[in-house]
């Protein structure tokens, strides 16, 4: 009897046979060859990245509109619709500025942007959001840390040293990086009017960071500074990083109120209708309010997209806490998961979190401190304890190990 021929194995993609290939992967219909799966790969890296590998060249795939940004900012912001769209289209057009080709005399400026907000209101996760979309170099500094240069503290160069380390010191991919300056609000003057006196920590530091924002050629010490002195500076040229700074801007609602004539301090018949009042001020702000809370008018100019966010109510509280892709609920019953133990959390119990971040003022921030103190006992407890398999957090579980723990903070502080 003849023996059985055996079929004919070659790659569905090139027609490769078996013995042409170095490894042929079998599928459920087909096969793929190592030199077919390579370039799938690339093709796979190519279309998910959002910055192509010409980006350092000055390229940038500008494939995802504005919307699509928008719809990626959802899956981890709540709310904020409408700063949201602003950032969006202004870093949107920012990297359309670094793709434009310079066939005309038309130079399209960059537009560094301002968020106002008070705290815990997401301006922070904003801006990850957008580098993480971006897949862009991001630093974070904080304004509160820089002094004028010869004081105690650190030089505004600082900032670009920060962003030299994420980007693993390729000066190429800094240059087109974004940074981030926290609490902006707390480097404005003292005053109004320019003082006589020295302000170190405020009108000179607005100096200092004016140059950085409009764009200049910087030497910047890549390990910080002031504590190597001997080291070699590196040239870094801030004309395509964007800038985003934030402030919760504390006390500039009075200053809008006071120009829009709103009485935002004392009673009315209506008390909720003054609160909605002073909670919308915001909205309303001008650059001569940021001018007059204490930043330069140099430094305002250079901040022309101006987002405020609104400050978070119940449902918006509520929603932060369960719906984001790394929503607390779910980090913690990732956590528990991990133990084998199954969590969960009464509507009640959510509630409760929810009424306390209110109560203390804290925006979303303030959640992460009240579930800690709800879930450290049980955490402590649970991986040794055998058996158990699940656990349910009712108002009352959260209750009372909110109150145990926030005593014992409050006693120890």
């Not at 202004?90 to 942007?113: F, P």
């Not at 820089?146 to 505004?156: I, K, N, Q, W």
């Not at 997209?305 to 109510?313: A, E, G, I, K, Q």
């Not at 014992?408 to 502080?413: H, I």
């Amino acid at each position: 009897m003849a023996k059985k021929e055996e079929p004919i194995v070659s790659c569905s993609f090139c027609g490769r046979s078996k013995k042409d290939a170095k490894v042929l992967v079998a599928g459920i219909d087909g096969h793929i060859c190592d030199t077919c799966a390579e370039q799938a790969l690339q093709i796979v890296q190519q279309e998910l990245k959002l910055i192509t590998t010409d980006f350092k060249k000055g390229g940038f795939n500008l494939k995802n509109k504005p919307k699509e940004i928008v719809d990626f900012l959802n899956q981890y912001v709540i709310g904020q619709e409408e700063a949201k769209k602003v950032l969006a289209v202004a870093v949107y057009n920012h990297y359309k500025r670094l793709n434009q080709k310079r066939d005309d005399d038309v130079e399209i400026e960059k537009s560094n942007i301002l968020l106002i907000g008070s705290t815990g209101t997401g301006k922070t996760l904003l801006a990850k959001s957008i580098a993480k979309f971006l897949q862009v170099p991001f630093a974070i500094v904080d304004a509160t840390v820089f002094t004028e240069a010869g004081y105690v503290g650190e030089d505004v160069e600082s900032i670009l040293s920060r962003l030299l380390q994420v980007s693993n010191y390729d000066v190429d991919a800094a240059e087109k990086g974004i940074i981030y300056i926290d609490e902006v609000d707390k480097i404005a003057r003292k005053g109004d009017n320019p003082s006589i006196t020295r302000d170190v920590s405020g009108e000179g530091v607005q100096q200092g960071l004016l140059k950085l924002l409009e764009g200049s050629e910087v030497l910047v010490p890549p390990q910080g500074g002031r504590k190597h002195p001997d080291q070699k500076m590196v040239k870094v040229n801030t004309h395509n990083i964007l800038f985003i700074c934030a402030g919760a801007f504390e006390g500039i609602e009075k200053i809008i109120g006071q120009r829009l004539n709103t009485n935002i301090v004392g009673f009315k018949k209506d008390a909720n209708e003054n609160e909605l009042k002073k909670d919308n001020l915001l909205r309303h702000i001008a650059p001569s309010d940021i001018k007059k809370f204490g930043l330069i008018p140099e430094l305002i100019g250079r901040l022309p997209v101006s987002v405020h966010l609104n400050p978070l109510d119940k449902t918006a509280l509520k929603s932060i806490l369960t719906e984001p892709k790394n929503a607390l609920v779910k980090q913690y019953k990732k956590l528990f998961s991990i133990e084998n133990i199954e969590l969960s959390f009464e509507d009640a119990a959510i509630d409760f979190i929810v009424e306390k971040a209110l109560e203390y003022k804290l925006g979303a921030r303030g959640l992460r401190s009240i579930c800690e103190a709800i879930m450290t006992d049980a955490m402590y407890e649970m991986p040794s304890q055998k058996g158990i398999k699940e656990l349910v957090v009712t108002k009352e579980f959260a209750q009372t190990n909110f109150e145990k723990n926030h005593k014992l903070n409050v006693d120890a502080a």
